[in-house]
C-alpha cells in the first residue's frame, strides 16, 4: 500500500491511500479511460463559465459604448435632421451678412445717401426684430399642423424669399428707397420669426435630449456662414458691383432652404408631440394668453430677469457709430468693397475661435469673470477705429487697407461673442415649454437695445457734425463710445457667478473606470467561483 500524491480534496482533509494495480491491468487501463473522460468533462464545465463572462462583458463593452455615443448626441433622435436643419439654418442666418453688404455698399454709392440716414434705414429696418416675442408665444402656443417649430421656420423663410426676390428682379424696388425700405422691413420680418423658431428648437432639442451648450454651435455655424459671405460678397462687389445678382443669389439660397424645411417632418427630431387633443382645440386666444402669462412668471424670476438686464444695459450704454464709419471708410480712405468684406471675415475667424474655446475653457470660467472680461476688451476695441481715423497707423509705415483689415471688425466681433454666455445661461433656465418665448424675449431685448443704441449714434453724430463731408469730430465720437464701453461694469454684480449645472453633472458617483472594474470584477470573481463549486462537485461525486 502507498499513498497516492494526488488527492480530489482540498489538501486539509487526510491522504487516503489505495491499493497497487499490476502496470497493464484492465482495471487501471479501465479507470484510466475514465479519468480521461472525467478530465474532459471537467474542462468542458470549467470553461463554459468564463466564455458567459467573457460574453457578459463584451455586452456589457458595446452597451458603454451605445452609452457613450448617445451622451455625445450621435445616437440621439433626428441628430442627423437636426444637424442639416438648424445647421444649415444658422449658416444662412450668418450668410446674410452677404446680401447686407450689397445693401449698404449700394445705398451708400448708386443711391448716394447720408451717413446718418444709411443708419437711420439700418436700424429701423431692425423694428420687426422688436416683435420676436410675439413670434415666440405664437411659436409655443400655437401648433400648425400639429407642429410648432418647423411651420414658423418655414413662413419665415418664405417671406425671406420675397424680400430678396423683388429687389434682385424689380428695379423699381432697389431704386426707390421707399420700396427698398418695405422690402427690408419684410425680409427682417421673416428673418426673425425663422430666427425665433430656431432658437426654441435648439433649446428644446437640448433640454429634451440633455445636451446643454448647443447654441454655441449654433453661434459658430452662423459664424461659418458670415465669413463666407462676407469673403464672397468682397470679391463679388469688387469683380462686378453687381448688387441685384447678390440679391438673386441669397433668394436662391433661401428658396433651397424652405424646400429643406417644408420636407422635413417635426415628429422625426424627437421632441414631445402635443398628446392632449382637447388643447388643440382650445382657442388660440386662450392659448396666447396662457403662454404670455408663463412668460411673464419666467422673466420676473430674479435669476433671469438680472442677466436681462445687464446684458441690454451694456449695449443701452454705447452708441453705435457704425454708419459713420462704414461711410469714412468707403467715402473719405476710399477702401475698395473686398477689404472692408475681408474685414467682416477676420472677426468672423476671431468669433469662430473664441466659440470654440469657449467650449473647450469658457465653461469652466466664472460667467461673471468671462463677462467683465469681454466687457473691458470690447472697450478697448473701439480705440482701434480712432487709430484709423487718426491716422496713427501710417505714421508707424501700415496702410489702411492692411489696418482695416486686419482690425476694423474686431469691435463687432466681441460685441456679437459676448451674448453667447447669456444664451447658454437663459437656455438651461428655461421652463420646458417657454423656451421659444424666453429666447425670443431676450433676442427682442437685445434687438430694441441694438436699435435704441443705433439712434443715440444718429443723435450723437448729429450733435458732433459729423456728415459725408466732414469727419473731424469722429475721433470725440469714438472717445465717448470708449467711456461708455466701461459703464456696464458698475452692475456687474447682476451677471450671477456660475452657470447652473445640469442634472447629469451634478448626480455625481463612481468614475467610469471604477464602475467598469467593479463590475468586470464581479463577473469573473462569479465564474471563478462558480467553476470551483462544480468542480468541487464533480470530483466529489
Known amino acids: 500500500m502507498i499513498c497516492s500524491l494526488v488527492s480530489s480534496r482540498p489538501t486539509n482533509f487526510p491522504m487516503q491511500c489505495i491499493k497497487k494495480e499490476p502496470l497493464f491491468s484492465n482495471r487501471r487501463f479501465i479507470n484510466l479511460f475514465k479519468g480521461e473522460e472525467h478530465k474532459n468533462k471537467i474542462k468542458n464545465e470549467s470553461l463554459k463559465p468564463v466564455m458567459m463572462s467573457y460574453e457578459s462583458v463584451s455586452k456589457?463593452?458595446?452597451?458603454?459604448?451605445?452609452?457613450?455615443?448617445?451622451?455625445?448626441?450621435?445616437?440621439?433622435?433626428?441628430?442627423?435632421?437636426?444637424?442639416?436643419?438648424?445647421?444649415?439654418?444658422?449658416?444662412?442666418?450668418?450668410?446674410?451678412?452677404?446680401?447686407?453688404?450689397?445693401?449698404?455698399?449700394?445705398?451708400?454709392?448708386?443711391?448716394?445717401?447720408?451717413?446718418?440716414?444709411?443708419?437711420?434705414?439700418?436700424?429701423?429696418?431692425?423694428?420687426?426684430?422688436?416683435?420676436?416675442?410675439?413670434?415666440?408665444?405664437?411659436?409655443?402656443?400655437?401648433?400648425?399642423?400639429?407642429?410648432?417649430?418647423?411651420?414658423?421656420?418655414?413662413?419665415?423663410?418664405?417671406?425671406?424669399?420675397?424680400?430678396?426676390?423683388?429687389?434682385?428682379?424689380?428695379?423699381?424696388?432697389?431704386?426707390?428707397?421707399?420700396?427698398?425700405?418695405?422690402?427690408?422691413?419684410?425680409?427682417?420680418?421673416?428673418?426673425?420669426?425663422?430666427?425665433?423658431?430656431?432658437?426654441?428648437?435648439?433649446?428644446?432639442?437640448?433640454?429634451?435630449?440633455?445636451?446643454?451648450?448647443?447654441?454655441?454651435?449654433?453661434?459658430?455655424?452662423?459664424?461659418?456662414?458670415?465669413?463666407?459671405?462676407?469673403?464672397?460678397?468682397?470679391?463679388?462687389?469688387?469683380?462686378?458691383?453687381?448688387?441685384?445678382?447678390?440679391?438673386?443669389?441669397?433668394?436662391?439660397?433661401?428658396?433651397?432652404?424652405?424646400?429643406l424645411t417644408t420636407s422635413m417632418r417635426e415628429e422625426s427630431l424627437g421632441l414631445p408631440q402635443l398628446q392632449d387633443q382637447t388643447s388643440m382645440r382650445r382657442s388660440v386666444f386662450q392659448s396666447i394668453k396662457k403662454q404670455y402669462d408663463d412668460l411673464i412668471e419666467t422673466v420676473s424670476e430674479e435669476n433671469i430677469c438680472r442677466p436681462i438686464m445687464f446684458i441690454v444695459g451694456s449695449i443701452l450704454a454705447v452708441p453705435l457709430l457704425s454708419g459713420s464709419i462704414f461711410c469714412y471708410q468707403t467715402q473719405y480712405l476710399n477702401l475698395d468693397p473686398s477689404v472692408i468684406g475681408m474685414s467682416k471675415v477676420t472677426g468672423q475667424l476671431m468669433i469662430f475661435s473664441m466659440i470654440a474655446l469657449y467650449n473647450r475653457l469658457g465653461k469652466n470660467i466664472s460667467i461673471k469673470q468671462l463677462v467683465s472680461s469681454v466687457q473691458v476688451v470690447y472697450a478697448f476695441s473701439l480705440l482701434l477705429d480712432l487709430i484709423l481715423v487718426l491716422q496713427l497707423n501710417q505714421k508707424v509705415g501700415i496702410s489702411n487697407e492692411f489696418f482695416a483689415l486686419c482690425f476694423s471688425g474686431i469691435a463687432e466681433t466681441i460685441a456679437q461673442f459676448k451674448i453667447l454666455p447669456f444664451q447658454v445661461l437663459l437656455a438651461s433656465l428655461a421652463p420646458s415649454g417657454c423656451e421659444g418665448s424666453l429666447m425670443s424675449c431676450l433676442a427682442s431685448a437685445l434687438c430694441l437695445s441694438s436699435i435704441i443704441s443705433g439712434f443715440l449714434g444718429v443723435g450723437l453724430s448729429s450733435f458732433l457734425g459729423i456728415t459725408s463731408g466732414n469727419y473731424s469730430s469722429l475721433p470725440l465720437g469714438i472717445l465717448i463710445q470708449f467711456i461708455a464701453a466701461l459703464l456696464p461694469l458698475q452692475w456687474i454684480d447682476n451677471v450671477p457667478v456660475s452657470q447652473p449645472l445640469s442634472e447629469k453633472h451634478t448626480k455625481r458617483g463612481l468614475s467610469k473606470r471604477s464602475r467598469r472594474n467593479r463590475r468586470v470584477g464581479r463577473l469573473a470573481l462569479g465564474s471563478m467561483y462558480s467553476y470551483r463549486r462544480e468542480r468541487e462537485l464533480d470530483l466529489n461525486g
Not at 445647421?87 to 446680401?99: D, I, S
Not at 427682417?188 to 440633455?210: M, W
Open 60 to 259: 456589457e463593452n458595446v452597451k458603454k459604448k451605445m452609452v457613450f455615443e448617445e451622451k455625445n448626441g450621435f445616437l440621439k433622435k433626428g441628430s442627423k435632421q437636426m444637424l442639416l436643419l438648424c445647421g444649415f439654418g444658422y449658416w444662412v442666418n450668418g450668410f446674410r451678412c452677404f446680401p447686407w453688404l450689397a445693401l449698404n455698399f449700394h445705398m451708400a454709392n448708386y443711391l448716394n445717401i447720408s451717413p446718418s440716414t444709411l443708419q437711420l434705414v439700418q436700424n429701423c429696418g431692425n423694428l420687426p426684430l422688436v416683435a420676436k416675442p410675439l413670434f415666440g408665444v405664437l411659436s409655443d402656443a400655437v401648433y400648425i399642423g400639429g407642429a410648432h417649430r418647423l411651420p414658423y421656420i418655414s413662413i419665415g423663410v418664405l417671406l425671406q424669399v420675397l424680400s430678396w426676390g423683388p429687389l434682385a428682379l424689380i428695379s423699381v424696388a432697389s431704386e426707390s428707397l421707399p420700396s427698398l425700405m418695405a422690402c427690408v422691413l419684410l425680409g427682417n420680418l421673416g428673418a426673425s420669426i425663422a430666427e425665433v423658431a430656431k432658437d426654441a428648437l435648439v433649446a428644446e432639442y437640448g433640454q429634451t435630449h440633455k445636451i446643454p451648450g448647443l447654441q454655441s454651435y449654433a453661434f459658430m455655424a452662423s459664424a461659418a456662414g458670415g465669413i463666407l459671405g462676407n469673403l464672397i460678397g468682397g470679391f463679388f462687389l469688387l469683380r462686378t458691383r453687381q448688387t441685384r445678382s447678390m440679391f438673386l443669389t441669397f433668394a436662391s439660397i433661401l428658396a433651397f432652404q424652405f424646400v
